[in-house]
Nanobody, 125 residues
Framework: QVRLVESGGGSVQAGGSLRLSCVAS????????MAWLRQAPGQERAGVAG????????YYHDSVKGRFTISRDNAQNTLYLQMNSLKPEDTGMYYC??????????????????WGQGTQVTVSS
């Protein structure tokens, strides 16, 4: 049974930083792509960043390039998202997602097979 548990969300002012973590259990390790997806109020869930099974390939939505960094520690079964220079439009529920190979870091939201419960990020201006 795969389980993903996010943490690290919170409320910050614009320009601030947050680091999200996602601890995975249930044989999710170097055999899976992982990603962070965001759902803003009234909007569909959309990919923010993704990473290949061994971390060699990453994907970033254009809106977060240069500000967010996705990384993973397969030994600790943990996925991270370092978010810097946060903007109010970054506000939303952030979900950790995983999918076993074959997979791609930028695959569409419906392709991800496993999801966490989400962690809320609120950025005020």
């Amino acid at each position: 049974q795969v389980r993903l548990v996010e943490s690290g969300g919170g409320s910050v002012q614009a320009g601030g930083s947050l680091r999200l973590s996602c601890v995975a259990s249930g044989y999710i390790n170097s055999r899976s792509c992982m990603a962070w997806l965001r759902q803003a109020p009234g909007q569909e869930r959309a990919g923010v960043a993704g990473i290949s099974p061994r971390g060699g390939s990453t994907y970033y939505h254009d809106s977060v390039k240069g500000r967010f960094t996705i990384s993973r520690d397969n030994a600790q079964n943990t996925l991270y998202l370092q978010m810097n220079s946060l903007k109010p439009e970054d506000t939303g529920m952030y979900y950790c997602a995983a999918d076993f190979v074959p997979c791609a870091p930028d695959q569409g939201g419906s392709r991800w097979g496993y999801w966490g419960q989400g962690t809320q990020v609120t950025v005020s201006s």
